[in-house]
Each structure stands twice: as C-alpha cells, then as structure tokens.
C-alpha cells in the first residue's frame, strides 16, 4: 500500500485515502483536505505567472437522444495534476441548435452528487452568468480560484433553461454523473445530493477542465479507441491504462504534498481522449456514427487542449476489423504522427493489442487470421520503421506468452476485444515514465 499526500492544514485526516497497487489492480483514491481547510471562496484575481494545463478532458462524439427541460446537470471528472484555479471548456460539437447554459457552478466532489460544503463555485464566461453555444462551437469559462489536488473529483453543474435540449455528449464514459428532473429549474449551486437524483454514464456539453499549476509541466493525451475509453473497466474506479500511467506520475512526484515537503514539480496530467468504435481513417470503411475517425477529430480532441507535450497514439485495430489493410493504416498513423509532430509535440506509438476471433460467450468478434496478419504486420512498422518518438509495446504486454495471437486470458475481460481491469492495470504498468520527461509548452 501506498500513501500518497498524508497532510491537511487542521491535523485531520479527510477522509480514508490510498492507492492500492496489489496482484493485477490499481484503484486511487488520493488523501484530499477538509472543505473547511480550503481558503475561501471569494473574488480573488487569478494570476498569469502560473500555466494553463488542461487536467482532464473528454471527447464529444454524439448528440444525445434523452432531452433536457429546465433542469440542471452535474458532471463528475477527476482531474490529474494540481492547482490553485480552474476554468472549463463546453462544446456543442454534436447540437443541432445552439444551447444556452444558464449558470454554471464548479465544486468539490465528496461522494454521489453532493459537495464539499463552500466548495462550490459559480462560473462566468466573459463576465456573464449566461452563455450560448452555437451549433458547433465551443466557449470557455473565465477563470475561479479553487484549489485542486492531483486525482480529486470536481463537479462541474450546468442549468440548461431551454426546453427539449437535445445534448452534445460523450456516451459511455465510465463515470457516474447526474441530472435534476426536468422542470426543476436552476439547482446548480447546490451542495447536496438533491435535487439530482437521477444518473447518467453520459457527458454533456462538456470537453476540458485546465488547471493552473505551478507544479505541472504538460499534459499527455492518450488518443484511441474503446480500450482508452475504458471499455470493461470498473465503473467509477478510474482503473483504465492511462488512469494507472497518471497514478504512477503523481506517485513518482509526490504531487499531492505541499512545496518543500517532498513534492517534485514536474508532473504531467493525462487527458483521456478515446471513443468507443473509433478508427484512424474513413477511406473504404463505415465508421460507426458517434465515433468520428482520428485524423477528423485530432484537432478538436488533441491539439486543442493547453499545455500538450505528449500524445500517445492507440488506434487502428477498429480499422482492421472494418477492413483496411495495412497500408492505410500506416498511412493514417503517418498523417497524424506528422500533424503533431508540427506542433512541437512528441508523440509515442502504442502496438496493437490482439483480438480473438470468438467472445468467452461464443459470439463472432468479426476478427480472422488475416487480420491478425495485418495487425502483426502493423506492429511490426510500429516498433521498427514508424517516425514516432517512442514506442509503448501494449502487445507484447497482454498478449498470450503461449499464443501471442491472443489476449492473455486473466488479462482479456471475455469479449474477446478488450481488455479486464488487471490487463489495464498490466498496460498502464508498463509504460516507462521517462518517456514523458520534458517540459510543457503551455499555451
């Protein structure tokens, strides 16, 4: 067991706080301060002498097909490095209307839907309680001071006044979050766990929360398809491969402990910028429709974010199951190495990992023997001929040291496709941190 930033400015304990790293499983739960120990909310200036990075993001894939009533949302996200202020991204990449926000809170998560008391902070976008987003488009909030710790939840709640607002959503990710019935009206200041007593696994409206951090030097985003997204991970226990990879960054920093008590700067945060289905390139296939391919979204999901130094590239096993050769697959890989590359970037190159060609339960995974030649054949360009900066061999990690053409059985959840949550815990393991040493170049 390992402890990371025993400290609170009462003496007390906040509440029971650890990683678990044992056998193949990795849950966080990272020591947080009490609410009353936070400095008060308050119209304190945001200065520019720390960076902007962003903490946490997602990527906005479908429009939602639940309708909203004036009535109000509460998103959970955990965000991955700290800071002493925050501000948010909202999209509405995917609406088919432009929606108004009504007001907008963002707050400390204690359990379910309910706050640290006086955590809970309302946002302005250009100084208005208000803001509409066009059809498409994309608003940031201003900035509100609210320290955050490494691996702490925030609540980010939206009251949406319209009427039958259809929402640009994340589907699928992994994370509680929640809603007040419709015609509940405006509840977004709220602490407790009422009104919101109704739950989705759905995001809506939004895309980033930054953080500005003295501590962090970049943000690392891990761009891919379902098993990036979290697929047959455990809900709500943030023990997909990249959240293992951003638990051993802040371990490896101390990145929760206050300066001078044994805190390392440096840390980088990780952004999770995978959907379910996703493919590389559209040429010849028929991508599911709330999966927009890689090189489409990379601008929107990749390098829109603040602070990126790193990319790690996870994609291209959806493509061969959809029927694209080789070739089209190196060829996507290159585009999107070369578009990131021009940024100033570094990006890493993950193998891809096997697929059986028949579920634990017995059901066609659409896979074959030549496609499995064609995933050989790619892993081989990736570990060998790719341009990237580096390379994370996740194939070699689960796969079956008695049939690498398969997954490793304990480390496969049963589908056949993804992996379990000890795989994950084994994929995350495996990446070696100094890939990722450098400075951020923020923005």
């Known amino acids: 067991m390992i402890i990371i930033g025993r400290w609170t400015t009462t003496g007390r304990l906040a509440s029971t706080c650890a990683i678990f790293l044992f056998g193949a499983c990795a849950t966080s739960l990272f020591l947080v301060r009490e609410s009353n120990a936070w400095p008060a909310a308050g119209a304190q200036p945001v200065t520019n002498s720390e960076a902007w990075v962003t903490a946490w993001g997602t990527s906005q894939q479908a429009l939602g097909e639940t309708p909203i009533t004036n009535a109000t949302v509460r998103m959970i996200a955990r965000v991955t490095i700290p800071g002493d202020s925050v501000r948010i991204r909202l999209d509405n990449a995917f609406g088919i209307e432009p929606v108004t926000i009504g007001r907008a809170y963002i707050g400390r998560r204690i359990q379910g839907s309910a706050l640290a008391a006086g955590s809970n902070r309302p946002l302005k976008f250009n100084g208005a309680s208000e803001a509409t987003i066009p059809v498409g488009g994309s608003t940031w909030s201003d900035p509100v001071r609210l320290p955050v710790l490494a691996q702490q939840d925030i609540a980010v709640s939206l009251y949406i006044p319209g009427a039958n607002v259809r929402p640009s959503q994340h589907t699928g990710a992994v994370v509680t979050s929640y809603r007040s019935a419709d015609g509940t009206g405006d509840v977004a200041s709220a602490e407790g766990r009422m009104p919101f007593g109704a739950t989705t696994t759905s995001l809506w409206w939004l895309k980033a929360i930054d953080v500005e951090s003295a501590t962090s030097r970049g943000a690392i985003v891990a761009f891919g398809d379902s098993i990036t997204d979290g697929t ?78 790193d990319v790690v590239l996870f994609m291209g096993t959806n493509d061969i199951r959809r029927g694209a050769p080789a070739a089209q697959v190196v060829a996507g890989m290159t585009s999107i190495i070369q578009r990131v590359k021009a940024k100033g970037i570094r990006i890493a190159g993950a193998t891809i990992i096997p697929r059986h060609n028949v579920a634990a339960a017995g059901t066609n995974t659409g896979w074959n023997a030549d496609k499995t030649r064609i995933r050989n054949e790619v892993n081989q360009w990736i570990r060998s001929k790719a341009p990237f900066d580096a390379v994370i061999d996740f194939d070699r990690v689960v796969r079956d040291p008695t049939n690498p053409d398969l997954m490793n059985p304990p480390l496969n959840c049963g589908d056949g496709i993804h992996p379990s949550p000890a795989g994950y815990y084994a994929m995350g393991k495996s990446v070696e941190l100094n890939l990722f040493s450098g400075h951020g170049r923020g923005r």
């Open 232 to 309: 047959c991970s455990t809900p709500d226990a943030h023990d997909r491969w990249e959240d293992v990879l951003s638990i051993r960054l802040g371990l490896e920093h101390n990145v929760n402990a206050p300066p001078g008590r044994g805190r390392r700067d440096g840390v980088k945060a990780v952004v999770n910028e995978g959907i379910g289905g996703n493919t590389l390139t559209r040429q010849g296939l028929t991508p599911p429709a709330d999966s927009t391919p890689g090189m489409e979204r990379l601008d929107r999901d990749v390098l829109s974010h603040h602070g990126v130094t």
